[in-house]
């Protein structure tokens, strides 16, 4: 495990911790289920200091009755309706009042929302929120139960008929998700910054339903089980013995305001919980991560390979890449993500996409499937370069994916070829999906629809680390997929009067492709790279300073990451660069400056 946190860098943060909701913290002046001392004056005044609590829906049809266009007396129906729903929601399964008595707060919250100071207009927000997130709590309990709660629910005071409308711009029908989640059920552990935004609905974290596996890849669509984040609206319409309650759901990587009564509102958001969550439920799923798993069993996550959104792909927006490094996966990206999200000019201009490759595999291997990825994806969403934002791709690479993506902006041919075959491919002994795949290895051109690369933590000219004792041991245990390994097998044993002088009829692994020195390294030097294509290196030193060529950040030394006219910045950070501050500062600011439009 030494080893694998050594070359990966990633630990174990970011994660989601599972709250009561129930018990929710307090806010400035405020909090859900706590009745102010104007309530409690109300309740006195109608003689029902106490009583409330055993028949609400009767003290609830009284304070309304006395409420008419005074706030303060919406305000008591508003927190008596809520500090009920609270006491009855723990007998949810056998007593259904708990729903009618949120829907009864929401409803208020709705009708007084933009009434009254600043103070009245937070109080009427915040009641909505809590009161949506509690419903949406109390479906999954139904769903869990195999319960049907039906579309007309029985209030304290009306009947509420309940429609989840998914036809507005950017909504989401019901069935999209397995789970759909509110954002308070959850605290972050371990985040530097949360990517929030206030406004008005509810914050939700969705377990989407889409293809799994290969369909995913073929389809290029949020796969099955992605964590997004959504925010959900409560609306009502006239009042009367049966009320219309209105649900919408909506994606808000996708939206960013949405009609709410009269107004148009920037929706409230929470970008980070998602990646929480995401965390949380792979550290449940597996011992191992999935990047560990790729490292030492290969063969187990290789039908995973390949790029997918991290997003409901859009044709309207500029694609960012994240490729990963050593004995990682994409979920290691969601600091730097997180980041990037908070920034509501990068949430429109941009869309996030990322590859999973197992990392036991050399590089040449991994390039060559992410080339052919890239290839799929634009014959699908851009034939003929009809959507011109896909054209200017932005790609991220950490660690060892920095050589991948390296590879989809460098020109192969002849010269990088003959580095390691002494006969043309046409005479080498393969099937003809083995020439393909050779074929493919060594002879690519740049990526056309690749703007700019951004090199975090990269060894170019490898790391010592893949030639010492812990890269003995980490090439010892590297797993090739069986596909890779039965071909580069062949390749190699069938063809040994082909082979280069110094290239060894064993399949090589990742190891081998990160020795300073070593085959792949030197090759790598001699392809050049596009000069069309903007590069920048961030670089770690630890927090060292002084002169860079005596610096490492723990794993790749300066001399390695460093590429004479590339322009860079170097960070007090370890290996994990994704995840220091300063280099989501580095990325917004180069994403904020990107020419293309």
């Given at each position: 495990?030494?080893?694998?946190?050594?070359?990966?860098?990633?630990?174990t943060?970011?994660?989601?911790?599972?709250?009561?909701?129930?018990?929710?913290?307090?806010?400035?002046g405020?909090?859900?289920?706590e009745?102010?001392?104007?309530?409690?004056?109300?309740?006195a005044?109608?003689?029902?200091?106490?009583?409330?609590?055993?028949?609400?829906a009767?003290?609830?049809?009284?304070?309304?009755?006395?409420?008419?266009?005074?706030?303060?007396?919406?305000?008591?129906?508003?927190e008596?309706?809520?500090?009920?729903?609270?006491?009855?929601?723990?007998?949810?399964?056998?007593?259904?009042?708990?729903?009618?008595?949120?829907?009864?707060?929401?409803?208020?919250?709705?009708?007084?929302?933009?009434?009254?100071?600043?103070?009245?207009?937070?109080?009427?927000?915040?009641?909505?929120?809590?009161?949506?997130?509690?419903?949406?709590?109390?479906?999954e309990?139904?769903?869990?139960?195999?319960?049907?709660?039906?579309?007309?629910?029985?209030?304290?005071?009306?009947?509420?008929?309940?429609?989840?409308?998914?036809?507005?711009?950017?909504?989401?029908?019901?069935?999209?998700?397995?789970?759909?989640?509110?954002?308070?059920?959850?605290?972050?552990?371990?985040?530097?910054?949360?990517?929030?935004?206030?406004?008005?609905?509810?914050?939700?974290?969705?377990?989407?339903?889409?293809?799994?596996?290969?369909?995913?890849?073929?389809?290029?669509?949020?796969?099955?089980g992605?964590?997004?984040?959504?925010?959900?609206?409560?609306?009502?319409?006239?009042?009367?013995?049966?009320?219309?309650?209105?649900?919408?759901?909506?994606?808000?990587?996708?939206?960013?305001?949405?009609?709410?009564?009269?107004?148009?509102?920037?929706?409230?958001?929470?970008?980070?919980?998602?990646?929480?969550?995401?965390?949380r439920?792979?550290?449940?799923?597996?011992?191992?991560?999935?990047?560990?798993?790729?490292?030492?069993?290969?063969?187990?996550?290789?039908?995973?390979?390949?790029?997918?959104?991290?997003?409901?792909p859009?044709?309207?927006?500029?694609?960012?890449?994240?490729?990963?490094?050593?004995?990682?996966?994409?979920?290691?990206?969601?600091?730097?993500?997180?980041?990037?999200?908070?920034?509501?000019?990068?949430?429109?201009?941009?869309?996030?996409?990322?590859?999973?490759?197992?990392?036991?595999?050399?590089?040449?291997?991994?390039?060559?499937?992410?080339?052919?990825?890239?290839?799929?994806?634009?014959?699908?969403?851009?034939?003929?370069g009809?959507?011109?934002?896909?054209?200017?791709?932005?790609v991220?690479?950490?660690?060892?994916?920095?050589?991948?993506?390296?590879?989809?902006?460098?020109?192969?041919?002849?010269?990088?070829?003959?580095?390691?075959?002494?006969?043309?491919?046409?005479?080498?002994?393969?099937?003809?999906?083995?020439?393909?795949?050779?074929?493919?290895?060594?002879?690519?051109?740049?990526?056309?629809?690749?703007?700019?690369?951004?090199?975090?933590?990269?060894?170019?000219?490898?790391?010592?680390?893949?030639?010492?004792?812990?890269?003995?041991?980490?090439?010892?245990?590297?797993?090739?997929?069986?596909?890779?390994?039965?071909?580069?097998?062949?390749?190699?044993?069938?063809?040994?009067?082909?082979?280069?002088?110094?290239?060894?009829?064993?399949?090589?692994?990742?190891?081998?492709?990160?020795?300073?020195?070593?085959?792949?390294?030197?090759?790598?030097?001699?392809?050049?790279?596009?000069?069309?294509?903007?590069?920048?290196?961030?670089?770690?030193?630890?927090?060292?300073?002084?002169?860079?060529?005596?610096?490492?950040?723990?794993?790749?030394?300066?001399?390695?990451?460093?590429?004479?006219?590339?322009?860079?910045?170097?960070?007090?950070?370890?290996?994990?660069?994704?995840?220091?501050?300063?280099?989501?500062?580095?990325?917004?600011?180069?994403?904020?400056?990107?020419?293309?439009?």
């Amino acid at each position: 495990m030494a080893l694998m946190v050594a070359f990966s860098g990633c630990a174990t943060k970011f994660v989601a911790v599972s709250t009561d909701p129930l018990k929710p913290a307090k806010t400035a002046g405020w909090s859900p289920g706590e009745l102010s001392m104007s309530t409690l004056a109300r309740l006195a005044a109608l003689r029902l200091p106490r009583s409330w609590e055993e028949d609400p829906a009767a003290a609830l049809v009284a304070l309304e009755a006395g409420a008419g266009k005074d706030l303060a007396g919406q305000r008591a129906v508003i927190e008596v309706a809520l500090a009920a729903g609270i006491r009855a929601h723990a007998r949810f399964l056998t007593d259904h009042s708990a729903a009618g008595l949120y829907l009864c707060a929401a409803e208020h919250a709705f009708d007084c929302d933009g009434l009254g100071d600043s103070e009245f207009q937070r109080c009427c927000r915040e009641a909505s929120r809590y009161a949506v997130a509690r419903l949406a709590g109390l479906r999954e309990i139904a769903q869990q139960k195999g319960l049907s709660l039906g579309n007309d629910l029985a209030g304290p005071t009306r009947t509420y008929h309940i429609e989840i409308r998914g036809n507005a711009p950017g909504a989401m029908p019901i069935s999209s998700f397995h789970e759909l989640l509110p954002a308070d059920r959850f605290k972050i552990s371990g985040a530097r910054e949360l990517a929030l935004v206030e406004g008005a609905g509810t914050p939700m974290v969705g377990k989407m339903r889409g293809p799994v596996g290969a369909d995913a890849a073929k389809q290029f669509a949020a796969p099955d089980g992605l964590w997004l984040p959504f925010t959900a609206t409560a609306q009502f319409g006239p009042r009367g013995p049966r009320r219309n309650a209105i649900f919408t759901v909506y994606d808000r990587r996708n939206v960013e305001t949405a009609q709410i009564g009269a107004r148009r509102e920037t929706l409230a958001a929470d970008f980070s919980t998602p990646f929480a969550v995401r965390t949380r439920e792979l550290n449940q799923q597996n011992l191992l991560s999935l990047g560990i798993l790729g490292f030492l069993r290969g063969d187990e996550v290789f039908n995973q390979t390949g790029l997918s959104p991290l997003e409901e792909p859009r044709t309207d927006r500029i694609p960012v890449l994240f490729v990963h490094g050593l004995i990682s996966e994409p979920n290691d990206w969601r600091f730097l993500h997180n980041t990037l999200l908070a920034d509501p000019k990068i949430r429109q201009r941009y869309q996030f996409w990322a590859f999973y490759y197992p990392t036991s595999m050399p590089v040449p291997w991994s390039a060559t499937l992410l080339r052919e990825d890239l290839a799929q994806v634009h014959r699908r969403l851009n034939p003929g370069g009809r959507n011109p934002k896909l054209s200017h791709m932005i790609v991220l690479g950490h660690s060892m994916g920095g050589l991948l993506t390296r590879m989809q902006i460098a020109q192969g041919g002849q010269s990088f070829y003959g580095q390691y075959f002494t006969k043309p491919v046409d005479q080498l002994r393969l099937t003809a999906s083995e020439r393909r795949t050779i074929d493919d290895m060594f002879f690519f051109s740049p990526n056309p629809d690749i703007d700019e690369v951004v090199f975090i933590c990269v060894p170019h000219k490898g790391s010592g680390l893949a030639v010492n004792w812990i890269g003995k041991i980490a090439n010892m245990l590297a797993r090739l997929p069986l596909t890779i390994m039965q071909v580069s097998f062949n390749v190699l044993t069938l063809n040994a009067d082909a082979l280069a002088a110094d290239v060894g009829v064993k399949p090589g692994t990742s190891i081998d492709s990160l020795s300073p020195g070593g085959k792949f390294e030197k090759a790598l030097q001699t392809l050049p790279m596009s000069p069309r294509v903007r590069k920048y290196s961030i670089i770690g030193d630890r927090g060292a300073g002084g002169n860079p060529w005596l610096t490492s950040d723990g794993v790749v030394p300066y001399w390695s990451s460093h590429i004479d006219g590339v322009p860079e910045t170097i960070i007090p950070s370890n290996h994990s660069g994704p995840e220091h501050p300063l280099c989501a500062q580095k990325v917004k600011q180069l994403l904020e400056e990107n020419p293309a439009r």
